[in-house]
C-alpha cells in the first residue's frame, strides 16, 4: 500500500493502491498526511466508499471515517480538506512512451496549435533561442484540426516556405500527432538529401504537389530520410547534455502524469540506452511514478546487451524491465 513521490494536493487527490486497513497504533505512530471529507472510492467490496484516508511514509495506514481518522492527527501530520473532492487509486497507462512524451515537453508541443500560423510562430521562437544548425524539433500538429486551413496547401498540408522564412539556418522536424509523418523544412531537405526527383521509399511517401513540387511532408518510412542527419547531429553532441536534457524530459513527463492521475506507466519500446538512465534515476529515488519497461531492439542488441535482464522492482519497486517488444508484419 504505497504512494507515490510527488502526489499530494491535487484537485483530485490519486492514491496509488487498493485501500486496506493496517494494524498500526495510531496514538503511538501519527500519519505524515490525512486526507479527510473526501469522497473515497477504494476498489475494496466491503467497504466501496470512505470518508478518510491516513498515510505514513508511502504507506497507506487507515481507511475509513473522518472521525476515526482524528486518532492518526499527530503534531507533525499534514492534514488535507478534500471538501468531497473524489479520491481513486491511481490510473495505469497500459501502452505508452514515456521518452517519446517527455521529447515531446521539452521540444515544442504543438497539440494545441490552431492554426499553422500557430506554429509557424512556435518555430520562429524556437529559433531565437537555438544556435545555428540546432535541430527545432516538434510534435502534435494535425491538418484537419486547424482553424482557418491554410491558403496556399496541397491535400490540406501548407508548403514549407512559411518554415523557410523563419529558420533558414536551422533543420526544422515537425512529427504528426500520430507520429505517421513529419513536416521539415529547405534545411532539413537539403541535409536529408531530398530533392524533387528523389524518388520515395518503400513504405513510406515524399509529399509532392502534382507539379512536381516538394510540400515538405514526410509520410511513413520516409520520414528515415530526415532522422538519419538528425541522429548524426544529435551524436555530435555531449553524452552528458543529452542525459541531462533527457532526464529533465522524464521529470515532466512524470509530473504530466500526476497531474492526470497517472502512477503507473507501462512503457512500450524502449532502448537500452534509455532502460540504464531509469535504472540510475531508480536507485536514486528520482523516479516518481511507476515505470514497467519493455525494451525495443533488434537482435544484435538483445545479444550485446543480454546482461542488463532483467531489473525488477528497483528504486523501491519504481522500476522494472524484463519484457521485448517485437512488431510483426500487420
Known amino acids: 500500500m504505497k504512494m507515490y513521490r510527488g502526489q499530494k494536493s491535487f484537485s483530485m487527490v490519486v492514491l496509488l493502491c487498493l485501500f486496506f486497513l493496517s494494524s498500526c497504533s495510531p496514538e503511538k505512530d501519527p500519519a505524515t498526511l490525512v486526507l479527510r471529507n473526501a469522497k473515497v472510492f477504494t476498489v475494496n467490496k466491503a467497504m466501496p466508499l470512505a470518508e478518510a484516508v491516513a498515510v505514513k511514509g508511502d504507506s497507506i495506514v487507515f481507511v475509513g471515517s473522518n472521525t476515526e481518522a482524528e486518532k492518526y492527527i499527530g503534531e507533525g501530520t499534514e492534514v488535507i480538506d478534500c471538501n468531497g473532492k473524489l479520491v481513486t487509486p491511481g490510473w495505469i497507462e497500459g501502452h505508452g512512451h514515456i521518452h517519446g512524451m517527455g521529447a515531446s515537453l521539452i521540444s515544442l508541443n504543438l497539440m494545441n496549435a490552431k492554426n499553422w500560423e500557430e506554429i509557424v510562430q512556435m518555430v520562429a521562437g524556437a529559433v531565437q533561442k537555438a544556435k545555428p544548425g540546432d535541430w527545432i524539433i516538434g510534435r502534435g500538429w494535425h491538418q484537419e484540426k486547424w482553424d482557418p486551413a491554410p491558403q496556399k496547401n496541397h491535400l490540406g498540408y501548407p508548403y514549407h516556405e512559411e518554415l523557410d522564412k523563419v529558420s533558414p539556418e536551422n533543420p526544422v522536424m515537425?512529427?504528426?500527432?500520430?507520429?505517421?509523418?513529419?513536416?521539415?523544412?529547405?534545411?532539413?531537405?537539403?541535409?536529408?538529401?531530398?530533392?524533387?526527383?528523389?524518388?520515395?521509399?518503400?513504405?513510406?511517401?515524399?509529399?509532392?504537389?502534382?507539379?512536381?513540387?516538394?510540400?515538405?511532408?514526410?509520410?511513413?518510412?520516409?520520414?528515415?530520410?530526415?532522422?538519419?542527419?538528425?541522429?548524426?547531429?544529435?551524436?555530435?553532441?555531449?553524452?552528458?547534455?543529452?542525459?541531462?536534457?533527457?532526464?529533465?524530459?522524464?521529470?515532466?513527463?512524470?509530473?504530466?502524469?500526476?497531474?492526470?492521475?497517472?502512477?503507473?506507466?507501462?512503457?512500450?519500446?524502449?532502448?537500452?540506452?534509455?532502460?540504464?538512465?531509469?535504472?540510475?534515476?531508480?536507485?536514486?529515488?528520482?523516479?516518481?511514478?511507476?515505470?514497467?519497461?519493455?525494451?525495443?531492439?533488434?537482435?544484435?542488441?538483445?545479444?550485446?546487451?543480454?546482461?542488463?535482464?532483467?531489473?525488477?522492482?528497483?528504486?523501491?519497486?519504481?522500476?522494472?524491465?524484463?519484457s521485448i517488444k517485437v512488431s510483426l508484419d500487420g
Open 174 to 322: 515537425l512529427s504528426h500527432a500520430s507520429g505517421h509523418s513529419s513536416y521539415v523544412n529547405a534545411a532539413a531537405l537539403k541535409l536529408a538529401g531530398i530533392t524533387e526527383k528523389t524518388p520515395a521509399p518503400s513504405g513510406g511517401d515524399i509529399v509532392k504537389d502534382p507539379s512536381g513540387k516538394l510540400i515538405g511532408v514526410l509520410e511513413e518510412r520516409a520520414q528515415s530520410l530526415a532522422y538519419k542527419p538528425y541522429t548524426e547531429w544529435l551524436n555530435r553532441r555531449p553524452l552528458e547534455e543529452l542525459k541531462a536534457e533527457w532526464a529533465q524530459s522524464i521529470e515532466l513527463a512524470e509530473q504530466e502524469c500526476l497531474k492526470n492521475g497517472i502512477t503507473s506507466f507501462v512503457d512500450a519500446g524502449s532502448d537500452f540506452q534509455e532502460a540504464m538512465w531509469l535504472k540510475e534515476l531508480a536507485d536514486q529515488n528520482k523516479l516518481n511514478i511507476r515505470h514497467w519497461v519493455m525494451i525495443r531492439s533488434g537482435i544484435k542488441g538483445l545479444r550485446e546487451n543480454e546482461k542488463i535482464f532483467d531489473i525488477r522492482n528497483a528504486g523501491n519497486d519504481h522500476l522494472t524491465v524484463k
